[in-house]
């Protein structure tokens, strides 16, 4: 069915533009009503970002704790085992100096025997 009423382009744009306006109006409106829940929800996700970034950081700072406590049983246990080959050399020159000793008392006694 055809539109009965002649609109002149003037009533068209007028129409249009109050449209417009009630749109415009509703949405401010809206935005105002829903302004404490907005802020609220602001302010919630600023705690939980406030709240994750201290707990990163609470995660780098005993990750790094325990990489130093790994780095310092590595050298605990890298000097020991220094230490250890040095005392198993000390042991091997110790007994070889021994075996030496036997062996020139054994030599000198033969010397004593046949003199």
Do not use: H
């Amino acid at each position: 069915m055809k539109n009965a009423r002649n609109n002149e382009i003037v009533d068209r744009r007028t129409a249009s533009a109050d449209a417009k306006a009630a749109l415009l109006e509703a949405y401010r409106a809206a935005k105002t009503a829903a302004d404490p829940d907005r802020m609220a929800r602001q302010a919630e996700r600023t705690a939980i970002a406030t709240a994750r970034e201290e707990r990163r950081i609470e995660r780098e700072r005993v990750k790094l704790e325990d990489q130093k406590r790994m780095e310092a049983d590595a050298a605990e246990r890298q000097a020991a085992a220094e230490a250890a080959g040095l005392a198993e050399q000390a042991r091997i020159i110790e007994d070889e100096e021994a075996r030496k000793a036997e062996r020139d008392r054994r030599y000198a006694n033969r010397k004593a025997r046949k003199a």
